[in-house]
């Protein structure tokens, strides 16, 4: 069975220090992987994708970069952080064929001060 | 999002009620999938269509098969552990798996 897992669960940090979210999936080789962001109590916003390794694809700039070094991982990541970066950040997985649904993380909330 | 349009934006039922959620589509989407996110921030796949219905359980999803510009989600015999906001997400025809989500439904089921 495939299983994705997200970290860190929270964090909190200060406004222009650095930050990398990580994702993985284990059971599930090729996998299209995606970043989501969600403002509290807001929808869901997709941020970048991934159909293979080393190619990432921006679709919502918000001052944040995305790679993917390895197969099953996708990082998400910013040398300085801003107050509206805080939210609900959800990393999901489909397979490569596209014909499936997006199964997501459990997140990592995001608070900056 | 712009594209996709869901409502109602909250409802409120009674258990053993039923209820249905709409999404409409500024454009021809290639595909339609529903979620429930819980009040941990999980999000739990629901259905995925590309046309057609599909039913689980208690609920059931539609998506117009010949414009392919809305889709529903019928919630029967509603329960309490039904409470969540729901998420209708669309797939344009780039099969990148770039989704966009509507804004949401809150439902609470009270007894």
């Known amino acids: 069975a495939q299983t994705i897992h997200q970290w860190p669960v929270a964090e909190i940090k200060a406004v222009g220090s650095p930050l990398s979210l990580g994702c993985t999936i284990k059971?599930?080789?090729?996998?299209?992987l995606y970043w989501y962001w969600q403002a509290t109590g807001g929808t869901l916003q997709q941020l970048f994708y991934?159909?293979?390794?080393?190619?990432v694809e921006s679709v919502v700039q918000l001052n944040l970069s995305a790679s993917r070094p390895k197969d099953d991982q996708f990082i998400l990541s910013t040398e300085k952080l801003l107050l509206s970066h805080s939210g609900f950040y959800l990393c999901?997985?489909?397979?490569?064929?596209?014909?499936?649904?997006?199964?997501f993380g459990p997140g990592t909330r995001l608070l900056v001060l | 999002g712009d594209q996709v349009e869901q409502s109602p934006s909250a409802l409120s039922l009674h258990e053993g009620t039923d209820s249905a959620l709409r999404c409409n589509f500024t454009?021809?989407?290639?595909?339609v999938q529903w979620f429930r996110q819980n009040s941990r921030g999980s999000l739990i796949s629901l259905f995925y269509?590309?046309?057609?219905t599909k039913e689980n359980g208690r609920l059931k999803s539609a998506f117009d098969s010949k414009e392919r510009r809305y889709s529903t989600l019928h919630i029967r015999d509603a329960q309490l552990e039904d409470s969540g906001t729901y998420f209708c997400?669309?797939?344009?025809?780039?099969?990148?798996?770039?989704?966009?989500f509507g804004d949401g439904t809150v439902l609470t089921v009270k007894p």
């Open positions: 997400a669309a797939e344009e025809g780039t099969n990148t798996g770039k989704l966009t």
């Open positions: 269509l590309a046309s057609g």
């Open positions: 059971g599930k080789s090729s996998p299209n």
């Open positions: 999901a997985w489909r397979p490569g064929t596209g014909q499936d649904t997006q199964y």
């Open positions: 991934s159909i293979t390794v080393g190619q």
């Open positions: 454009t021809t989407m290639r595909s």
